[in-house]
Nanobody, 115 residues
Framework: QVQLVESGGGLVQVGESLRLACVASGSRFSINTMSWHRQAPGKQRELVAS???????NYADFVKGRFTISRDNAKNTVYLQMNSLKPEDTAVYYC?????????WGQGTQVTVSS
């Protein structure tokens, strides 16, 4: 059974940083595309960043230059380094694993940026 567990969320001030981590178990992590998504209250869930098995990355325009996605296949972990945080980054952040047959989601971690 595939399980994704996010951590690293919290309450920070504008301009500060956070690093989220998502540990995967039960899957062939190293061959799957991983991504981070977020959902703010009253809004739809949106893609933040993705990283392929080969390390190719893609970012939403609203985080380019501020967020960095990375992965450590030895630890079955994908990270999201978030710098220069803004109040509009406040949301629940979800990890997603995309396999050839399924999509799996973590339970989410809350990020709150206070001004």
């Amino acid at each position: 059974q595939v399980q994704l567990v996010e951590s690293g969320g919290g309450l920070v001030q504008v301009g500060e940083s956070l690093r989220l981590a998502c540990v995967a178990s039960g899957s062939r992590f190293s061959i799957n595309t991983m991504s981070w998504h977020r959902q703010a209250p009253g809004k739809q869930r949106e893609l933040v960043a993705s990283i392929s098995s080969s390390g190719n990355t893609n970012y939403a325009d609203f985080v380019k230059g501020r967020f960095t996605i990375s992965r450590d296949n030895a630890k079955n972990t994908v990270y999201l380094q978030m710098n220069s945080l803004k109040p509009e980054d406040t949301a629940v952040y979800y990890c997603r694993e995309f396999t050839s047959t399924h999509i799996y989601w973590g339970q989410g971690t809350q990020v709150t940026v206070s001004s």
